[in-house]
């Protein structure tokens, strides 16, 4: 039988990646749509670590199936690493990516030098409230004046991916996927995987209880 993975997240673009970054693991990737669980998560963490562990542990709870949280975000140097785990909500509830990148853009034209920045990405998988594995990732770069591309989602358009030097809304999905924070974090995650089948992932538990 096939293995499935509930990624538990809304967003649609994190999803997408996610479906195809887990493709080597052969599993189905199911959202939480697809289970029917309609909770919200409220994020309480300090840390993207923390609030991955959280948001797991929690939608571990309502399924049978293993459950892969991703808390993620941008950090930028100038601004002390602000948005960081506040990515989401950095321009209020009900705003949308345009303007989370505009205020971004404006809270930064004081620190026209100083544009440094990273992504990262923390995964947690969870299943019946346990924690299984963890792992994180970050990609490095830097926040330009006008967006860029019209791939990707959130702060794609304005994060200029230094190594190639285009903005990860100007690389496909396949390309991003090959250098993001995400891609980077399911990489060791799925290093961490090796000899862990995820059919078994039960039996573990049930072994470290015991
Ligand atoms: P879930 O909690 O349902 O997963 P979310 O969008 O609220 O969805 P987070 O709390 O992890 O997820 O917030 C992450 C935010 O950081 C996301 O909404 C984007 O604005 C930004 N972000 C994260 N990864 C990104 C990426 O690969 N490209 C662009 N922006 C990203």
Excluded: W
Excluded at 129 to 137: H, K, Q
């Amino acid at each position: 039988m096939k293995p499935t993975i509930v990624i538990a997240t809304r967003n649609s673009g994190k999803l997408r990646e996610f479906q195809n970054l887990l493709l080597p693991v052969g599993s189905e990737i199911l959202s939480l749509k697809d289970v029917s669980i309609e909770q919200e998560f409220e994020e309480s963490g300090q840390t993207f670590a923390e609030n991955a562990r959280l948001k797991a542990i929690a939608y571990s709870r309502l399924t049978q199936f293993p459950v892969l949280a991703d808390d993620s975000g941008l950090e930028v140097a100038a601004l002390g690493g602000r948005p960081g785990i506040h990515s989401a909500r950095y321009a209020g509830s009900g705003a949308s990516d345009s303007d989370r990148i505009r205020k971004l853009l404006q809270e930064l034209s004081p620190f026209p030098g100083s544009r440094d920045a990273r992504f990262v990405c923390a995964l947690s998988l969870a299943q019946d409230g346990n924690i299984l594995l963890e792992s994180e990732g970050e990609c490095r770069g830097i926040i330009i004046d006008e967006p860029r591309g019209a791939n990707g989602f959130g702060y794609d358009p304005i994060f200029l991916f230094t190594e190639l030097g285009i903005t990860f809304a100007e690389l496909s999905e396949s390309e991003k996927n090959l250098y993001s924070h995400r891609a980077h974090a399911v990489t060791s995650l799925i290093q961490k995987l090796h000899g862990f089948s995820i059919v078994n992932l039960q039996q573990q538990i049930v072994n470290r209880k015991s």
